[in-house]
């Protein structure tokens, strides 16, 4: 079992910045895909970006350029840079993983609410 919680949401104003952070414990992280999604009110939840273990990196078209995923594999940890937050980027974010080489994303954490007033 993997478990992830995620911190560092908040209320910024467009424009701004914002850093997430997902801890994971249970096992280490070796062979899994981290991935970050967001749900806005209303809304489906839809992929935001993924890493694998090795770095390969994938970004939704609507975040591309302004952010920025990462992880430290030593720390067990992953994180999602937001700059140029715009009103539209306003949800729970999610982080999740998935063994490489599988499809669904079995472990997922509880969210934390990011919010981008304009």
């Known amino acids: 079992q993997v478990q992830l919680v995620e911190s560092g949401g908040g209320l910024v104003q467009a424009g701004g910045s914002l850093r997430l952070s997902c801890a994971a414990s249970g096992r280490t992280l070796s062979n899994y895909v981290m991935g970050w999604f967001r749900q806005a009110p209303g809304k489906e939840r839809e992929f935001v970006a993924h890493?694998?273990?090795?770095?390969?990196?994938l970004y939704a078209d609507s975040v591309k350029g302004r952010f920025t995923i990462s992880r430290d594999n030593a720390k067990n940890m992953v994180y999602l840079q937001m700059n140029s937050l715009k009103p539209e980027d306003t949800a729970v974010y999610y982080c999740?993983?998935?063994?490489?080489?599988?499809?669904?994303?079995?472990?997922w954490g509880q969210g934390t609410q990011v919010t981008a007033s304009s």
């Open positions: 890493i694998t273990w090795r770095g390969g990196i």
């Open positions: 999740a993983a998935r063994p490489t080489g599988l499809l669904d994303w079995n472990y």
